[in-house]
């Protein structure tokens, strides 16, 4: 799932530290200001590092979801730490563990994206920064339009999927949530829980529509194991981080190469 977005990440590291070196280089063609600017903004190449441990430990937690209930014993026991807690309460704990670490990358790739292609308005407020789906996907949101409208289209349901399934396991325990709390459930959604998933989703502004050709997305409440619902919405999600990295780069190299009187 995430060989595309750790290229995407190495090579934006790539792209900021050669804009690094050109700011030093030739930086003082700029005023003080648009300098300390452009080098905010190199800077969180400084960061890509950390960035692509959240891959690492995201995969280490979706791992955990692996046959869990396979794990479990005639009491509906599973491993826990030093601990053996019943099946429901390790597959709760595991799954808020992946869809944290999750959106924890979506939040920081797109708080700096956001800084580069949203409206001054909607990116300068560090205490509330740019969001995936707030930003870049909800129809309310002012992004440039080059970005906005394909990325909208072909990732904006994934995306509402995944953040929806996260919000209902963060903030509301994932309650009723799954056909049962017993390992023979397995992570097979409710009805209910699917209908809540698809209720929020098109909470965001999109629908089943805003998705590339080929996307196996679920659009009914059939027996449907989460963990397949997952797998496709961090491949979905991961591309369309890719793509606002990508072009946030680009954006600031290209703008450092104009500004100091070279072709990018």
């Known amino acids: 799932m995430t060989p595309i977005l750790k290229s995407r990440l190495n090579g934006a590291r790539d792209v900021l530290g050669k804009v690094r070196v050109a700011l030093s280089q030739r930086g003082s063609k700029l005023q003080g200001d648009v300098s300390d600017t452009f080098l905010g903004f190199v ?7 950390n960035w692509l441990g959240l891959i690492d430990a995201r995969s280490e937690a979706r791992q955990a979801l692996a046959e869990l209930e396979a794990q479990a014993d005639a009491d509906h026991g599973v491993n826990y730490g030093r601990s053996r807690i019943h099946y429901r309460h390790v597959r709760l704990l595991h799954l ?11 939040d920081v790739i797109a708080g700096f994206a956001g800084t580069v292609l949203c409206t001054s308005t909607s990116s300068k407020y560090r205490g509330n920064p740019p969001q995936l789906v707030k930003d870049f996907v909800s129809p309310q949101k002012p992004t440039a339009a080059a970005v906005f409208a394909p990325l909208r289209r072909s990732f904006g349901w994934a995306a509402a999927i ?34 809540l998933v698809i209720t929020k989703a098109q909470g965001c502004g999109v629908d089943d529509g805003c998705c590339r050709d080929g996307t196996s ?7 449907i194991d989460l963990r397949q619902v997952l797998d496709v919405c961090e491949r979905e999600v991961d591309e369309a981080l890719g793509v606002i990295l990508g072009a946030a780069c680009q954006l600031i190299r290209v703008q ?6 070279e072709e990018p």
């Open 43 to 49: 800077s969180n190449g400084d960061d890509v590092g």
């Open 217 to 223: 997305l679920p659009v009914s409440p059939a027996p």
């Open 162 to 195: 995944s953040y929806s399934i996260r919000n209902l396991f963060v903030h509301d325990g994932g309650v009723n949530f799954f056909e049962g709390d017993v390992p023979e459930s397995a992570f097979r959604i409710s009805e209910n829980g699917w209908h």
């Open 256 to 261: 450092v190469a104009f500004a100091i009187g």
């Open 96 to 106: 808020q563990a992946y869809l944290t670490t999750n959106w924890a990358l979506a």
